[in-house]
């Protein structure tokens, strides 16, 4: 699965804040299936599309975890 570059522009939309800014939130958790509750969203799956959409710019880490988790 590829999934979009973090351009400054991506990085800069409200999906992808919602994804980068909680970083403490999926320290604390490592990558398990609470982590999803770290990112700000209406529901479970408007949180997986911004993930997906985003993942790149938190890292390949996240990308990884949301392939195996099955959002995309």
């Known amino acids: 699965q590829n999934f979009p570059e973090c351009t ?4 800069q939309t409200d999906d992808c804040a919602a994804v980068i800014d909680p970083v ?8 398990s299936t609470r982590t999803l509750q770290c990112i ?6 408007d ?8 993942c ?5 880490v996240m990308c990884n975890w949301v392939k195996q988790s099955r959002y995309c």
């Open 8 to 11: 400054q522009d991506l990085m």
């Open 40 to 45: 700000d969203g209406t529901d479970d799956a």
């Open 24 to 31: 403490a939130c999926y320290n604390e958790f490592r990558w």
């Open 56 to 60: 790149s710019c938190v890292g390949q």
């Open 47 to 54: 949180r997986k599309r911004k993930a997906c959409k985003c």
